[in-house]
């Protein structure tokens, strides 16, 4: 552990902590989000749906296990900084390849620690996320008015843009294990590692797309089913990936989306979305499976979700696609957790079946996709909607 500075976390609404400055020292803007997760932080700090927003965590020991490269779901720590309560001094993991706080440091994450974090997520959870600035070094001895000017002055989430921020700005491959059995167009939107990892393994090849990627180009790769990843911002900003999104399912092709991706197949049938007081974050939420009556426990990080027409999720709405159903909800609080088209092969989960720290209850919904485009495959009307869109 380097030695300790003095750290300051100012809430927009004027409530302040002070702390130790955890990994990089200087100064941080973003939204205050919290997750529930007991383990995972380096799957979280590197999920880039994160970017722009202050993690704080729940759970009060964080670093126990280290860091290791295997375990990264992209590049960098995409997270904007990181509040938790007693930081591991040292980690004692086999997997172990390097602790928290120096890969923090090393990735520029400015971070507290020393933080009531249980009195902070109280905080959120009853007056809903707000912006949060991480102060350390010389700026954390301005005035606490100076530091809120920063908060103040930091974008808000709702109306952000943010997936070409991470997005990949090259197309690549992830070539499947075995003999390749389907092609999938996977629009990055803020792709996790796990998420093509998780189709290879099921004899997927799959073409990561950057979000500007044309349907042009997604007909060029004669794909299989087109994906739509997780990713930061506001999904009322994602237009041009509605559009493309709107174009496949009016070829009828098959579709999965997870999380971002699940909201814009909302947006894409005709639905809106909302943002939630305190969003979902962790990988400890009870999902209801409406299909098999199963409870599965999940990992989520939303903020936004879809709204439900007439707000009764029992009952169908009718889209320009077709009838669209909610299959999924969450049992805290009832939000939307997933919809399922009737009439075109199309379906999205708001949580992360791809989850790479588990829990892993969900990942049949990969199988479900393939089913899908092995079904899709044998469906004659989808190649004469194909032609229709191309006179
Ligand atoms: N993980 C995600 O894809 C998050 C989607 C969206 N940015 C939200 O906060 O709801």
Redesign the pocket.
């Known amino acids: 552990m380097s030695t300790q500075s003095p750290a300051v976390l100012v809430l927009e609404d004027g409530r302040v902590f002070e702390g130790e400055a955890y990994g990089a020292i200087g100064e941080t803007v973003g939204e205050a989000v919290f997750c529930t997760g007991m383990t995972g932080y380096q799957e979280t700090l590197t999920?880039p749906?994160y970017h722009r927003q202050v993690v704080v965590m729940t759970a009060p020991h964080i670093g126990n296990t280290g860091v290791n490269a295997h375990d990264m779901e992209s590049q960098r720590i995409w997270a904007a900084g990181f509040v938790v309560r007693d930081p591991a001094i040292r980690p004692s993991n086999w997997r172990s390849q390097g602790d928290l706080q120096t890969s923090l440091t090393e990735h520029g994450v400015v971070g507290i620690s020393g933080v009531d974090t249980r009195a902070l997520t109280i905080h959120i959870r009853d007056r809903g996320a707000m912006r949060a600035g991480i102060f350390s070094g010389p700026v954390a001895l301005e005035s606490i008015q100076s530091l809120l000017a920063r908060v103040h002055a930091a974008p808000q989430?709702s109306g952000a843009a943010?997936a070409s921020e991470v997005s990949t700005k090259q197309e690549y491959v992830v070539e499947p294990s075995g003999e390749p059995l389907f092609t999938v167009a996977a629009l990055d939107?803020?792709i996790k590692g796990s998420t093509p990892a998780l189709m290879a393994e099921r004899g997927i090849k799959v073409h990561v797309l950057p979000a500007d990627t044309s349907f042009e180009r997604v007909r060029e790769l004669a794909p299989d089913g087109l994906f739509f990843?997780?990713?930061?911002?506001?999904?009322a900003t994602a237009d041009s990936e509605i559009e493309l999104l709107r174009r496949a399912l009016d070829a009828r092709l098959p579709f999965f989306g997870?999380?971002?991706?699940n909201?814009l197949l909302g947006r894409a049938l005709g639905l809106d979305t909302y943002k939630?007081p305190f969003?979902h974050r962790g990988m400890n939420q009870p999902v209801l499976d409406r299909a098999t009556g199963k409870v599965a426990v999940t990992s989520h990080?939303?903020?936004?979700?879809i709204a439900w027409p007439g707000g009764d999720t029992t009952q169908a709405v009718d889209t320009a696609y077709g009838p669209v159903r909610v299959s999924h909800v969450a049992l805290n609080d009832d939000v939307v957790e997933g919809i399922a088209c009737t009439d075109i092969p199309a379906f999205s989960v708001q949580y992360?079946p791809e989850a790479a720290a588990g829990p892993h209850d969900a990942s049949d919904l990969f199988d479900r996709f393939v089913d899908l485009m092995r079904a899709a495959g044998e469906d004659p009307a989808r190649h004469e909607g194909e032609e229709s869109h191309d006179a």
């Not at 990843?229 to 999904?235: A, F, K, Q, R, V």
């Not at 997870?258 to 991706?261: D, P, T, Y």
């Open positions: 999920d749906s989430m943010l939107l803020g990843s997780n990713g930061p911002g506001d999904p997870i999380c971002f991706g909201q939630l969003g990080n939303h903020g936004f979700a992360h």
